[in-house]
Structures are given as C-alpha cells and as structure tokens.
C-alpha cells in the first residue's frame, strides 16, 4: 500500500514562509492535493494538482512536487493559517490515501 | 452554492451496523465527473478515506474495511448513504462526505460538517 510521510508540526514566524513537506515513493509521479482543517471544521481543498488553487484560495498558497517530495509553501504567513495540513494522493493500489497531517503553528 | 450534509446515529453500540446518509445540493450525481466520497478522522487523528461512488454508479472502497462498507445512491432525493457493517469501538470518528470532481482531479473539493459516531455499549 502507499504511503504519505508528513511531519508533525512545523512552525513559522508571523509574516514568514512555512513550508511543509509530504514524502513518498516517487511521489512526483502522482498528483498530490493539500487540505487545510482548522480545528473544529472541515477540511477544506486548498491545493489541487500538485500547484493549482482553487476559487477563493490566496495565491500566498502554493504547491510543487518533485521526486519523492511534495511541498505545501504558505508565503506571509498569517495567524489565520493555523491549522492541520493534511496531503493526499490517489493510487492505483489504495485509492486515496492521505498523509499523517502537520500542525502548523503561527508564532 | 453546493452544499453536503451527513445525517445518522451519534452513538451505535459494537458489531451493530451503521447506517449514514449524505445529503447534498448545488451539483447533480448525474453529471459526468462526479462522485461523492465518505471520509472519518478518529478524535485526534487523520484523515481516512473509506468509500466512493461516481455518477455512472462506479464505486471504490478502501481496501482495509471494503469487506465492511457498501456506498449506494438515490439520485432523485441527492443523497449517498453508507453502511458499515461490525462496527467496533476503534470505528468511533468524525465521518465526512465530500465531493468528487475530476475538473479538480482526484480530490475532495466540497466537504459536509462531519458527523461524529461513537461506538460504545
């Protein structure tokens, strides 16, 4: 079965760039999606397509994908970007899979 | 405005079967492209996709619990139901519907509130 690889918790200064990570095998061949579930809500698509935004999501949200590593970057970060981070891709052999999560934190 | 709301019982008890009904609005699961999918995060946990059916009736489950699950339509009342069969106390979680749409990929691009299901005698 395929796996996602996230870290736990990453935190950036208020203002700065967070950038969390997704490992997995030769993930830069699949497409990678990214959530953000802030906490009591739902998770909401915030990356579609490894890099592409969808209606409403700040450009300061970016995506890239590239050998074993998907990337999630969130320029100037703000406090409202506290929240868990989840990454997600589709396989042939588990369908779709979702990463651990990363709690990011706003200092 | 394309809306997903799930709907059952907040407490079943072990090895009963439960039963969750999705009830949506905004888009039609006869469009081609798109499908509507069951997702649960145990308290504290991740995210677990379990089960999803497409507009041409197409329907994927997750390998781990697909002996346990069944996903079914009724088109004309815009609703997905899902039964999961021998529920156990590690069953307890927030169970999510989502919507499909390949425009977006293979991604959950709208997302009901959850509904939370312990599982406790």
């Known amino acids: 079965s395929y796996e996602l690889t996230q870290p736990l918790s990453v935190s950036v200064a208020l203002g700065q760039t967070a950038r969390i990570t997704c490992g997995g095998n030769?993930?830069?061949?699949?497409?990678v999606y990214w959530y953000q579930q802030k906490p009591g809500q739902a998770p909401a698509l915030v990356i579609y397509?490894?890099?592409n935004r969808p209606s409403g999501i700040p450009e300061r949200f970016s995506g890239s994908n590239s050998g074993n590593t998907a990337t999630l970057t969130i320029s100037r970060a703000q406090a409202g970007d506290e929240a868990d981070y989840y990454c997600?891709?589709?396989?042939?052999?588990?369908?779709?899979?979702f990463g651990g999560g990363t709690k990011l934190t706003v200092l | 405005q394309i809306t997903l709301k799930e709907s059952g019982p907040t407490l079943v008890t072990p090895t009963q079967t439960l039963t969750l009904t999705c009830t949506f609005s905004?888009?039609?699961?006869?469009?081609?492209?798109?499908?509507v999918g069951w997702i649960r995060q145990p308290p504290g946990k991740a995210l677990e996709w379990l089960a999803l059916?497409?507009?041409?009736?197409?329907?994927r489950y997750s390998p781990s619990l697909k002996n346990r699950l069944t996903i079914t339509k009724d088109t004309s009342k815009n609703q997905v139901v899902l039964t999961m069969t021998n529920m156990d106390p590690v069953d307890t979680a927030t169970y999510y519907c989502?919507?499909?749409?390949?425009?977006?990929?293979?991604?959950?691009?709208?997302w009901g509130q959850g509904t939370l299901v312990t599982v406790s005698s």
């Open positions: 397509r490894n890099s």
């Open positions: 905004g888009f039609s699961l006869s469009t081609s492209g798109v499908g």
């Open positions: 030769n993930i830069g061949s699949k497409n």
């Open positions: 997600q891709v589709w396989d042939s052999s588990t369908a779709w899979v």
């Open positions: 059916l497409y507009w041409d009736d197409d329907k």
């Open positions: 989502a919507r499909a749409y390949t425009q977006h990929g293979d991604s959950f691009d709208y």
